[in-house]
């Protein structure tokens, strides 16, 4: 592992407004390394997915600070983290959200394309990150002739075709088997070995508790406990 990635310090997010307005972080301190798998887990509704809104430039904290490279995001106006969200952050959702008309190569691609990058070298990239994923004879496959395995290494494939340093990812087995299950945490796992990124999971699954360097556990809106997972510090 190598230099930090990301870096909160003290997040506070407030949810709402006036009566109905809810605190759904609450002071959170966390960091993630580059070469580094961590595993956030707790219950539903204790700000897993917030955190990871507020890592990935989606929300802006209430009070705290985040460090992406390096870089405070404090006080930066909307356009300019959304920049850096598209250039530093890549992000896998448990409902792979692909568009059904486009394929494979083409749902990876549209990551370059909101960049700006439309030559035909964003098409060997996605090509690049497919082959990454172990779909290289899957490019001109649609959505509706994956398996959820494979439309879910396809949303990691667009996470990752732009370099991210970070990569987001939230519940990327709650919808699958244990075996794909399995597989994805190894895609996840492989990408975890550059040492300019870091993956960070959430997740109930305990059966990917063997992929992680370090389990980090949350409980109403607070970072309350860390351990070293199963594979240490150890590079999968």
Known sequence: MTDRVIEAVDLVKDLGEGAAQVQALKGVSLALAGGE??????????????LLSVLGCMLSPTRGTVHLLGRSTAGLPPEELARLRRTHVGFV??????????SAADNVRLALDVRGERAAGAIARAGDALATVGLAGKMKAYPR???GGEQQRVAIARAIVGNASVILADEPTGALDSANGHAIMTVLAGIARDSARGVLVVTH???????????VRMEDGRIVGGEDGPAGATPL
């Open 37 to 50: 798998l961590v595993l956030l887990m707790g219950p539903s509704g204790c700000g897993k997915t917030t």
């Open 93 to 102: 959702f448990q409902s792979y959200h692909l568009f059904p008309t486009l």
């Open 145 to 147: 002739e994956l398996s």
């Open 205 to 215: 699954d305990p059966r990917i508790l063997s992929f992680a360097h370090r389990i």
